[in-house]
């Protein structure tokens, strides 16, 4: 047989288009998050996450609405719509303790509710700032300090039970079989000073301060449970003990699997800060150590968007696009509100249209469909989809009657059926009317003299002209990577 090596040149191209990516073996034990490099990955294929921080998640009241309990987190979870998968909340020892006695039941309603809705949750173990969630805590509402990093975690609290590295042990022993949990997080925004108002430590002390205690923490949660994630808890943006070249050597700790960003401040810049201590050096840092980063709080005021949810809203989606672009795994929108969104705080409420920039795979990116509506269940929502009462595998244009992909003028022109989806000469791309469109049509281009012809003089022949320009050439063989096409079935 004489090849068209023209056309069999593309067709390795077009191979290598529609080539999928190999994912590494099964999760073990099924259901958990694990790591591969800078990818997350779930039952052997990648994983990427979006969703929000409420931190009240098991709150009593107090701190925060009172989620621990009641229909609260139900609400909240159902009122996000679809496309949203984690939540972060505060998995705190006073949240965990009734007068002086330990309960649980805050944090098995959070996890219970959670995995009802399909969310996973990223269990936050203390708090920089200082714990909350009861009225009266004992005196644990403080700072951590340096001692606190040194020494203090390792001795109980005023009118707690344990000590900090203790609760950690117990929180990790009751739930390590859970893979609703998707990481345990030591601590939310670590820095290492001597008081909240000084400076930072002497030389690298700051640093070196929080590698021993990172390094203790998470060797102890790894020897109790070594199948979830651990992440340290950073802001990223240059605190003290992770300012620069430190960050990367506080997330070289071999027990941290993650590193965290926190995006605040530049709402109109996609991938936000300096070169020192920005986000992109942050992802040039943990690629260098094959290590996944995720942003774990990401907050917009509206007012700083044009004074609009609209506004922020696309905002939002502008980083969602150029960080995942980036090769970040997971962001987390500060924060969620039952109440609704204000046009001067972070929360983000039902009917936000934020909810919908933080859908990953959006069914419809160009056109407003929050609630992914898609009544027919194909890839395409309702909002974009040409033709919403048939499920197609491929994008359907307009004017496009019998939803095969081609349009009726284009059907006139090549001599299909425009009215007839399938059967002999119905289908523009089935070549030989075995109703796939596969290699065998993609290599009647190789028939001798066909490609590269125009018409109307022979071997020209309409059949083949799929982009109706008058030439069969590359244009017509390329249409076989619309997507959905290449290996379909009419029906």
């Not at 992802?283 to 922020?312: H, M, S, W, Y």
């Not at 795994?329 to 001067?344: E, F, Q, V």
């Not at 119905?426 to 596969?438: G, I, S």
Request: hydrophobic share 35%; aromatic share 10%; charged share 20%.
């Amino acid at each position: 047989m004489r090849w068209n090596f023209a056309a069999l040149g593309l067709l390795v191209a077009l191979a290598g288009l529609l080539a999928l990516v190999p994912g590494e073996s099964r999760a073990t034990p099924p259901g958990f998050v694990t790591a591969s490099g800078t990818q997350l990955m779930l039952d052997g294929q990648p994983y990427r996450f979006s969703g929000f921080n409420i931190y009240f998640a098991n709150s009593d009241g107090w701190c925060g609405p009172g989620f621990g309990a009641g229909s609260g987190l139900d609400e909240g979870l159902t009122a996000m719509g679809p496309g949203k998968s984690v939540i972060r909340g505060w998995f705190f020892q006073p949240l965990g303790t009734d007068g002086g006695v330990r309960n649980w039941s805050r944090f098995d309603h959070t996890l219970s509710v959670a995995a009802a809705h399909g969310f996973r949750v990223i269990v936050t173990l203390t708090d920089q700032w200082g714990e909350c969630g009861v009225l009266e805590d004992g005196g644990t509402n403080y700072y951590k300090t340096a001692d606190w990093y040194t020494s203090g975690y390792m001795t109980p609290d005023a009118g707690m039970t344990a000590s900090y590295r203790d609760w950690a042990a117990e929180v990790v022993t009751r739930y390590k079989d859970d893979p609703t949990v998707l990481m345990w997080q030591l601590i939310n925004e670590a820095e290492v000073k001597a008081t909240s108002g000084s400076g930072c430590l002497p030389g690298t002390q700051s640093r070196d301060a929080l590698i021993a205690w990172a390094t203790d923490v998470s060797g102890l949660i790894k020897s109790i449970d070594p199948e979830h994630l651990v992440s340290l808890g950073t802001i990223g943006g240059g605190q003290c003990s992770t300012q620069y070249t430190e960050y990367q050597d506080v997330h070289a700790i071999p027990t941290i699997d993650v590193c965290e960003y926190h995006d605040y401040g530049s709402p109109t810049v996609p991938i936000p800060g300096d070169f020192w201590n920005g986000l992109q050096r942050r992802v040039d840092q943990c690629n260098a150590l094959n290590k996944p980063l995720f942003i774990g709080e990401l907050g917009i005021i509206p007012t700083t968007t044009g004074g609009t949810l609209e506004g922020r809203a696309a905002a939002i989606q502008a980083k969602r696009d150029a960080q995942l672009a980036a090769g970040i795994d997971g962001i987390l929108a500060w924060s969620w509100s039952n109440a609704g969104s204000t046009l001067d705080n972070w929360d983000i409420g039902p009917g936000d249209p934020a909810l919908e920039a933080l859908i990953l795979d959006d069914n419809c990116p160009a056109d407003a469909n929050p609630q992914q509506e898609n009544a027919d269940g194909d890839r395409w929502g309702d909002a974009c989809d040409n033709c919403p009462a048939v499920s197609t595998p491929w994008t359907v244009p307009l004017d496009d009657a019998d939803c095969d992909s081609v349009t009726d003028a284009a059907e006139a022109f090549i001599g299909t059926d425009p009215d007839a989806r399938c059967g002999p000469g119905a289908w523009p791309f089935d070549f030989n009317d075995d109703q796939v469109a596969d290699l065998s049509d993609v290599l009647q281009y190789n028939l001798p003299g066909l490609f590269a012809s125009v018409g109307p003089n022979p071997p020209y022949d309409a059949r083949y002209d799929l982009s109706g320009d008058g030439g069969i050439d590359l244009s017509d063989v390329l249409l076989y990577n619309t997507p959905g096409v290449f290996g379909a079935a009419c029906e």
